[in-house]
């Protein structure tokens, strides 16, 4: 099996507490790499003669940020002792793979056909994408295919190859997926590598939290069942991981019945989670970092191409 990382200081497992302070570590210095991203691209993008092929996307911050994903996933698996798994899918993994091919194609597909036909507005307007009236093949290849698989392969090394990978041994693997799961598709929420929300980083950092004491919620609602008194679940760790998704709960409610989030946002953020759970149990199942590439890259390609084929139809007001 081919696989990259070997045993560090920190690989060994560390109070759970602990364990989960480092994640939101690592995931608070994405926010902070967001600052400089802008600038890091016009620098780049100036330095770089406009004839070198490809050089457009070095002019994108959410590449600069995507790069740092990867970057950090990197320093966290060898930090950790995480064997990032490359090898490429076995035959006997063709069940996941029909998954992962299909279904966050099924997914996109199901969130236009609801986002037209229940909420009346477009997929463009939710994901807020540019709706550019052309599919030609070298239009599609920078502005749609490159950028899924980037997202694809940054959130695949972060969320599987590294923290994955490191709580499967920590909490669990049935744990384990249901964190990874929440994780990302909060994180996702909050601070979108391809488009951000209108949030300061210093609010995104407060946001993590409450994101990072989610994901933990979701691992200590999984353990209920198995829970031999009710002491266990008065543990200061539960409550607090309780209590922190019980307020990111609550202000989503709030969001949503102001007016600051709109359904069509929130039905996208639940697909995202939807698509993200697949890609962390299809990781579990097969322990290939190319099942959750394929996975988030096929949905984020779906998104960044749906607007365009509605400008196409008529169904979006396109610009050029």
């Known amino acids: 099996m081919s696989a990259i990382g070997s045993r560090g200081r920190l690989?060994?497992?560390?109070?759970?507490p602990v364990?989960?302070?480092l994640a939101y570590v690592a995931l608070a210095t994405l926010p902070l790499l967001d600052v400089v991203a802008p600038e890091l691209a016009f620098y780049v993008g100036s330095a770089l003669p406009q004839s070198v092929t490809g050089a457009v996307i070095l002019t994108r911050a959410w590449f600069w940020v995507l790069g740092g994903m990867v970057l950090v996933g990197l320093v966290y698996a060898v930090a950790r002792g995480c064997p990032l798994r490359l090898r490429p899918p076995a035959r006997s993994d063709w069940k996941p793979l029909v998954v992962v091919a299909l279904g966050p194609v099924l997914v996109a597909v199901g969130l236009a056909v609801v986002v037209h036909g229940l909420l009346g507005t477009t997929v463009a307007t939710v994901t807020s994408n540019a709706a550019i009236p052309t599919l030609t093949p070298g239009f599609l290849w920078w502005n749609v295919l490159v950028p899924g698989l980037l997202v694809g392969i940054a959130y695949a090394v972060l969320f599987q190859g590294a923290l994955q990978e490191h709580w499967r041994g920590v909490l669990g693997p049935r744990e384990a997926t249901l964190a990874i799961a929440a994780l990302a598709g909060l994180y996702h929420w909050y601070v979108d590598p391809m488009w951000r929300l209108a949030r300061s980083?210093?609010?995104?950092?407060?946001?993590?939290?409450?994101?990072?004491?989610?994901a933990v919620s979701a691992v200590e609602l999984s353990r209920l069942e198995d829970a031999d008194s009710f002491r266990a679940i008065l543990a200061p760790t539960p409550l607090v991981a309780l209590a922190l998704a019980g307020v990111l709960g609550f202000t989503v409610v709030v969001d949503v019945l102001s007016g600051a989030t709109t359904l069509g946002e929130l039905l996208l953020a639940a697909a995202w989670l939807g698509v993200f759970g697949v890609?962390?149990?299809?990781?579990?199942?097969?322990?290939?970092?190319w099942i959750p590439t394929v996975?988030?890259?096929?949905?984020?390609?779906?998104?960044?191409?749906?607007?365009?084929?509605?400008?196409?139809?008529g169904l979006a007001p396109g610009f050029a």
């Not at 690989?11 to 759970?16: M, W």
């Not at 890609?279 to 970092?289: G, N, P, Q």
């Open 11 to 16: 690989a060994r497992p560390l109070p759970e």
């Open 19 to 21: 364990e989960f302070a």
């Open 201 to 214: 980083n210093a609010l995104l950092l407060v946001a993590l939290v409450f994101v990072v004491g989610t």
């Open 279 to 289: 890609a962390a149990w299809e990781y579990e199942r097969t322990r290939s970092l």
């Open 295 to 313: 996975s988030v890259a096929l949905f984020q390609i779906a998104l960044l191409g749906l607007p365009h084929l509605e400008a196409i139809l």
